[in-house]
């Protein structure tokens, strides 16, 4: 049996029959996609197919239990609008985020 990565996907998210609009499937995706990806809400929404206003949700969601953090606010790439570039890598979450978790 393959020893787990505590902060992998499959630790972290369940999954269930696939469908893509099944909540945890969206969430995961998500999770996925910001593990190598670091993108404000609406290239994940475009990267993804999922809605912005479910990748908001999620995103919340996400940030409540310390998987998701927002890393930067620039101009979107894809709007020209300022927004937060967000992430699930724990490698680029912010220092004091960190602090405030108690991971320092």
């Not at 469908?19 to 990267?47: G, W, Y």
């Amino acid at each position: 049996m393959q020893d787990k990565i505590p902060h992998s996907p499959e630790n972290i998210l369940s999954t269930t029959d696939g469908k893509d609009t099944n909540p945890k499937n969206q969430e995961k995706t998500i999770f996925d996609f910001l593990q190598n990806h670091t993108a404000t809400a609406s290239m994940v929404s475009k990267a993804t197919g999922i809605p912005q206003k479910c990748i908001c949700r999620y995103k919340r969601d996400l940030e409540q239990r310390g998987l998701l953090f927002e890393v930067e606010r620039k101009l979107c790439k894809l709007t020209s609008f300022k927004a937060w570039y967000l992430t699930t890598n724990p490698d680029l979450f912010p220092k004091s985020n960190l602090k405030k978790l108690g991971n320092e």
